[in-house]
C-alpha cells in the first residue's frame, strides 16, 4: 500500500512564494519518480515538475526558473518552492508517484494566487 499526502497550499498575492510538501509512505521502490501536476477549472491536469530518484528533473515551461523542485531521499518527500506566483498558476496541485506500472496521486491541495 503507497500513500501519498501534500500540504502547503493556500492563498498568496501575486510575486508572493509557497512551497508545496508531498510525503510518500508504503512500499516505495528504489527507482522512482516523483512530482507535481496542477489542475485548474475547465482545464487538464498539467505537468508542473518532476524528479527522479536520480535526481533528473523536467519541467513545464511555464514554471521553468519559478519553480525549483527537491526531494528528500530518505524521507520519501518531495518539494515545490513556488516563486514569483502569478494568478495563472491557481489550481489544484496534485502530488504524484510514479513506480514501476503504477501511478498513486494524491488528494490534492488548492493555491490561489490573488489580490
Known amino acids: 500500500q503507497v500513500q501519498v499526502v501534500e500540504s502547503g497550499g493556500g492563498l498568496v498575492q501575486p510575486g508572493g512564494s509557497l512551497r508545496l510538501s508531498c510525503a510518500a509512505s508504503g512500499s516505495i521502490f528504489s527507482f522512482n519518480t516523483m512530482g507535481w501536476y496542477r489542475q485548474a477549472p475547465g482545464k487538464e491536469r498539467e505537468l508542473v515538475a518532476t524528479i527522479t530518484t536520480g535526481g533528473s528533473t523536467n519541467y513545464a515551461d511555464s514554471v521553468k526558473g519559478r519553480f525549483p523542485i527537491s526531494r528528500d531521499y530518505a524521507k520519501n518527500t518531495v518539494y515545490l518552492q513556488m516563486n514569483s506566483l502569478k494568478p495563472e498558476d491557481t489550481a489544484v496541485y496534485y502530488c504524484?508517484?510514479?513506480?514501476?506500472?503504477?501511478?498513486?496521486w494524491g488528494q490534492g491541495t488548492q493555491v490561489t494566487v490573488s489580490s
Open positions: 504524484n508517484l510514479k513506480q514501476q506500472w503504477a501511478n498513486y
